[in-house]
């Protein structure tokens, strides 16, 4: 294992040390999460996750929180820092200086244990919107690809950007007050693949944006898309859908199955 | 644990905070419930105008009377902090605009939001100048 200690050739002038406060769980001990703070010692290029790290492998192993890939790609070290939904990987500890930085699970999810929270109501969620293609009729190997343009690749590419960090359900105060909102994330998946021009699917996912918890527990209040880290802007897919779904409906009306 | 919600293990112990003053944590909230509290300076106005639209029905005194009742401080004040509201509305509604639309391009360039943004801006206040002058036309003809 590569070394998450401060690198060691950081001169005494550029180390400065920081509070972090962590809201602390366990679930054998605590019937309520609580604080700890630590002081830690940072230099200008360690990110928010390096401080965790820094705490976790040299003052309290007990510490726990996700994280995999350190760039901002692979969506585990979601939480709230100084109350905002962020990644710690791609945060820097220089931007809260003097400090403190508060760090708390990402909001509106149950703790499991500190840092640590349950998507499995998330997953189900991407799971019900079938997050893959449905093609209009099965082609086999040897028919070839499905073919694309670029620009019927445009149509949903920003979409398929999700990297299920889930700071957009912790951004929407729709999701915490409902957690039957199928929410920011799963919606913008439901519509990068309606948009798929191989897809076919469409009527098959309408159900769930007609539906109350559907795009219209959506109002819009935006803050999804600003914490956002890869720009899919999931407020967009969202009301976008809220048209989808109108348009659905009248044509249902003129129209009955 | 919020009932119908799925759980990672069932009967695992998890915490849930309670969301509590969610609109207090931060200034995007804030301003977010600016926004809807717009909502009811607007349909005060609007209750003000079908009142007055009440009175004209009953006659020239009683329409008067409203009209009198408009120029008192407090119903200048009320005037211009809706004035005030509705504008930010107005605002926050073409700032949000583009996310309401689906991707529009003209001859294979997508429409920036910021171009759609500028463009409902620049059409509320051509809009509002036009109702202004108007306005002020109609008072014009209507002076001896």
Request: proline content about 6%; glycine content about 6%.
């Amino acid at each position: 294992m590569e070394s998450r200690e401060p690198r060691t050739d950081m001169s005494a002038s550029s180390t400065r040390t920081i509070i972090i406060e962590c809201l602390r769980f366990d679930p054998a001990s605590d019937s309520e999460p609580r604080e700890q703070a630590y002081r830690v010692p940072f230099t200008d290029d360690m990110s928010v996750l390096e401080g965790l790290q820094y705490i976790k492998d040299t003052i309290d192993g007990s510490l726990t929180f996700r994280w995999s890939c350190r760039m901002a790609i692979c969506g585990s070290c979601g939480m709230m820092l100084n109350g905002r939904p962020a990644l710690a990987c791609e945060t820097f500890l220089r931007d809260f200086r003097p400090g403190p930085v508060r760090i708390e699970p990402l909001s509106h999810f149950p703790i499991i244990r500190d840092l640590v929270i349950d998507q499995a109501d998330f997953l189900a969620k991407l799971e019900s919107i079938k997050p893959y293609l449905i093609p209009a009729e099965d082609k086999s190997v040897a028919d070839g690809t499905y073919l694309q343009t670029p620009g019927q690749m445009d149509d949903y590419y920003q979409f398929s950007q999700c990297i299920n960090c889930l700071l957009c359900y912790a951004a929407c105060p729709q999701y915490g007050l409902n957690r039957a909102f199928t929410g920011p994330g799963a919606l913008a998946l439901l519509h990068r693949y309606n948009e798929d021009s191989r897809d076919a699917g469409t009527a098959e996912r309408m159900p769930i944006v007609n539906a109350e918890d559907g795009a219209w527990g959506c109002t819009l209040v935006g803050y999804c898309s600003e914490v956002c880290p890869k720009a899919v802007d999931p407020a967009r897919a969202v009301n976008v859908n809220k048209i989808n779904s109108a348009k659905d409906y009248f044509l249902h009306l003129l129209m009955p199955k | 644990m919020t009932a119908g919600s799925k759980q990672a293990a069932p009967g695992m112990k998890t915490y849930v905070r309670p969301i509590g003053s969610w609109w207090l944590r931060n200034s995007f909230y804030r301003w977010y419930m600016v926004r809807e509290l717009t909502c009811v300076f607007i349909t005060a106005y609007a209750v003000i105008l079908l009142w007055g639209l009440m009175r004209l029905v009953q006659g020239r005194p009683a329409f008067d009377a409203w009209r009198e009742n408009l120029a008192s401080p407090s119903a200048i004040g009320f005037h211009l902090l809706a004035l005030l509201l509705v504008t930010y509305h107005a605002w926050t509604w073409f700032k949000v605009m583009p996310k309401t639309l689906p991707f529009i391009s003209i001859a294979g360039h997508r429409l920036s939001d910021r171009t759609i943004i500028a463009l409902g801006v620049a059409g509320a206040i051509v809009a509002s100048v036009l109702v202004f002058l108007a306005i002020l036309l109609s008072i014009l003809q209507a002076a001896p």
